[in-house]
């Protein structure tokens, strides 16, 4: 089972940030939380991942709670282009299910013009 | 380059033929990856391919039979299909299996429809 919880579904107004936030309350001290995006039909794109400290890159920034139960992925400028299904997942270790992508249902943004 | 290919990118077939989905990458990646989504549904692992050596297969039918000829290719061969199995499948890639670090890149998948 996946081990996050998101919001199924958000609304964003063009040019604004977007805020996704995610629960993994039950993260393992070497599990990577790793955020990716779907737009209908299309293959999953990778946005971003961290471990402990926030990150930042040419698509978004992800900050991560101190104590690691929780993420926030933000869009700084978000555009039409943006809407999708946002998934956050934990990563297991190698060691644990072979280093696996478990998809959760993801939180669906919607930016409105 | 992050670029997984598939083809073809749209399959119809029916419950009785024989099929082949193909995923190609050339970024030398060692593992290499299946996964199944079935419409308004997260995507869900099939296989996972590591230095070409099946290393996961996650109870997956005997219908679908995974081959990994090369470290840059990835074939899903298809034969006696339900419709349930109608989905979208997706490919990826990624440098070495599990590390934590180890990113996934996933193609723009097959949708395959089964009549």
């Known amino acids: 089972d996946a081990k996050t919880t998101q919001p199924t579904s958000m609304d964003c107004a063009e040019g604004r940030a977007a805020n996704l936030p995610c629960n993994h309350s039950?993260?393992?001290?070497?599990?990577?939380v790793y955020w990716y995006r779907q737009i209908h039909s299309q293959g999953p794109q990778y946005i971003i991942h961290?471990?402990?400290n926030n990150e930042t890159n040419e698509m978004a920034s992800l900050i991560i709670t101190e104590d690691r139960k929780s993420s926030t992925l933000i869009l700084p400028h978000a555009t039409l282009r943006d809407t999708a299904v946002y998934y956050c997942?934990?990563?297991?270790?190698?060691?644990?299910?072979?280093?696996?992508?478990?998809f959760g249902q993801g939180t669906e943004l919607s930016v409105k013009p | 380059d992050t670029e997984v290919t598939q083809t073809p990118k749209h399959l119809v077939m029916g419950m009785t033929n024989k099929k082949s989905l193909k995923c190609e990458q050339h970024?030398?990646?060692?593992?290499m990856y299946w996964y199944k989504q079935k419409a308004k549904k997260p995507p869900e692992l099939m296989f996972v391919?590591?230095?070409?050596?099946?290393?996961i297969n996650e109870s997956v039918p005997s219908r679908f039979s995974p081959e990994c000829p090369n470290s840059s290719l990835l074939n899903l061969h298809l034969h006696a299909l339900q419709p349930e199995d109608s989905a979208l499948y997706l490919c990826?890639?990624?440098?070495?299996?599990?590390?934590?670090?180890?990113?996934?890149?996933f193609g723009p998948g097959t949708r395959l429809t089964v009549l």
């Open positions: 990826a890639s990624s440098q070495q299996q599990g590390a934590g670090t180890d990113t996934q890149y």
């Open positions: 391919y590591s230095y070409e050596k099946l290393s």
């Open positions: 039950t993260i393992s001290g070497n599990e990577y």
């Open positions: 961290g471990l402990k």
């Open positions: 970024m030398g990646h060692r593992a």
């Open positions: 997942i934990v990563k297991t270790p190698r060691h644990n299910e072979g280093g696996k992508l478990i």
